[in-house]
């Protein structure tokens, strides 16, 4: 890529000046290189010289000077190099590595933008794990898409990834105890009987077709059973899951593993981590309790493992879990949470250093808040107070793709307003339509191309260099920037830097299809911008197939 051959470029001259004693050298992956907000500024500006000028004692344009002296690019590769501002060493790049990029886009198909920086490396991404108390929810449903297309990326980029959910089933799961208390009220109900709903238990309509349900198989069974909370709520719990994996499925979503909290327990788990955190001395006794020293790395405050019940805490329970994880062999575990999970991330994050794992090796992402919006007004949702909205009725109103892809549009550290109303337009103020509209649109070019008897066949062979107007270039440009920013977001863990790179490859593709006319009398043009077109088009599939959104050929 060329902001391999500029970075180097860099780090060279740098050298070089160290060498003469003018200023430090740069080892090529400490260079930083930035896109100039216009095309007449540059391809590529470097600020290196600004960065080092105070250490050298000069002005950094000085510097600048000195540094672009020494520089020794290839042969035709830039058109100039220019010093602007207070010290941006600006690149001008002749229009040859960008034909090179459509040549190459053109060659590789479906694999350009792939890598091979993460390989022999396996990660685990662990997402949604939602508590199995009835249907996934709007907000659980963000972390769907983002933990998805985070384990796209990293494939992308060479690793082996498993995807995974963990099911919050352990029989002392408060949640999932209040569940069971209303899914047994519910089922005497159905049965005619004299029931109260727990007022502190899950009221919505679905937990009432849960009660039908086991009314329809088990009868008056277990009417007068003498069984706890959780009896009941397992009596369901096969339906439960078995809906959230077909609603994530319906996402565009495909678990490798359901890992089973209560399985885990049943292993003994949580006691083999005990005695590996004891050998350690990770952990202490302290008033008929186990702690774990937090504190030795990073947190405000000890919490405790085993109380003095004898009962292990959540948090022992997610340490054996994640222990069991790097037992699988995975070099790099990510979790993504919810907001309602922000004051367990400080003690998760300490109790894996506490089992001897680099901090690199676990990375925890916390995703903001979901926002429904009908009319102009939020709508208000309690899981509890059966007020939720479901996935399943955000996919039933405006499909799979539509979902997925607004969940997207935003970082995971920022809120999100799900416009119900915008989300059903199939106009320009529907994102997805936008995105997906342009890949049809070029679909459309080549069938108008073929209606005309031109050849479509080899246009990867045409002149290239004839592409030379600015919508031109600027697809191009596009084009050729897509492997960075594959990489990119994979590194950064930024799915939502695809859906912006996608929506600005779209605006770039409707402003060349104004302004140049593909299909023309001038066969040579006419082929170099069915090439254009055809690299536009794989690029746009391509981020489209990371983002796990359709590209459609016709709407």
Not at 362 to 384: A, D, N, W, Y
Request: glycine share 8%.
């Amino acid at each position: 890529m060329p902001e391999r051959t500029v970075r180097q470029a860099i780090a060279d001259a740098t050298a070089a000046c160290a060498a003469e004693g003018i200023c430090e050298a740069v080892p090529v992956e400490a260079v930083s290189l930035e896109r100039p907000p216009r095309p007449e500024m540059g391809d590529f500006a470097a600020n290196t010289a600004m960065i080092l000028a105070k250490a050298a004692k000069m002005k950094p344009r000085e510097l600048a000077e000195a540094i672009v002296a020494r520089l020794k690019l290839p042969e035709g590769f830039a058109e100039r190099v220019e010093i602007a501002g207070p010290g941006f060493i600006n690149f001008h790049l002749s229009n040859q590595w960008l034909y090179d990029a459509l040549a190459t886009t053109l060659a590789q198909g479906v694999s350009y933008g792939r890598s091979t920086i993460g390989a022999g490396k396996r990660a685990n991404v662990e997402f949604v794990s939602a508590n199995p108390v009835g249907p996934i929810h709007i907000g659980n449903a963000r972390g769907g898409p983002v933990g998805d297309v985070i384990a796209n990326l990293l494939q992308a980029i060479g690793y082996e990834v498993e995807r995974e959910y963990y099911i919050n089933d352990a029989s002392d799961n408060t949640q999932l105890n209040k569940f069971g208390a209303s899914v047994r009220a519910r089922y005497l109900q159905a049965l005619g009987r004299d029931a109260e709903l727990p007022e502190d238990g899950y009221h919505g309509d679905y937990v009432a077709d849960y009660g039908r349900l086991l009314a329809e198989r088990h009868g008056d069974e277990y009417a007068d059973a003498d069984e706890s909370d959780v009896f009941f709520a397992d009596l369901v719990l096969d339906d439960v899951v078995e809906g959230m994996r077909r609603d994530c499925s319906d996402l565009g979503i495909e678990f490798d593993t359901w890992f089973s909290e209560r399985e885990l327990r049943q292993r003994g788990a949580v006691q083999q981590v005990l005695d590996q955190l004891a050998k350690r001395e990770e952990t202490y006794e302290r008033d008929g309790a186990t702690w774990l020293r937090t504190t030795a790395h990073g947190d405000d405050q000890d919490h405790v493992l085993v109380r003095r019940t004898g009962a292990p805490t959540y948090l022992a329970t997610d340490v054996a879990y994640h222990a069991n994880k790097y037992d699988r062999g995975h070099d790099l575990l990510i979790d993504i949470w919810g907001p309602d999970h922000h004051g367990r991330i400080v003690p998760m994050r300490a109790a894996v250093a506490c089992l001897g794992y680099e901090d690199r090796d676990f990375e925890l992402i916390m995703h903001q808040t979901v926002r429904l919006v009908r009319g102009g007004k939020v709508v208000p949702m309690s899981k509890r107070g059966g007020t939720m909205v479901s996935l399943r009725d955000i996919i039933d109103a405006v499909g799979g793709d539509v979902a997925r892809y607004l969940l997207l549009t935003r970082s995971t550290d920022a809120h999100i307003d799900f416009d119900l109303e915008v989300a059903k337009r199939q106009s320009e103020e529907n994102p997805v339509y936008y995105v997906q509209y342009a890949h049809t649109r070029m679909c459309g070019i080549f069938r108008t191309a073929e209606q005309a008897n031109v050849a479509t066949d080899h246009v990867a062979s045409a002149d290239f260099s004839l592409l030379q107007h600015d919508d031109e270039l600027a697809l191009l440009r596009a084009i050729a920037d897509f492997p960075g920013y594959v990489q990119t977001a994979a590194v950064a863990r930024a799915p939502h830097r695809l859906t912006t790179f996608a929506q600005s490859l779209a605006q770039q593709f409707h402003q060349f299809y104004t302004s140049c006319r593909v299909v023309t009398d001038d066969d040579a043009l006419t082929q170099a911008r069915l090439a254009l077109v055809r690299g536009t088009q794989i690029v746009m599939r391509n981020t489209l197939n990371l983002l796990g959104v359709s590209a459609p050929e016709h709407m």
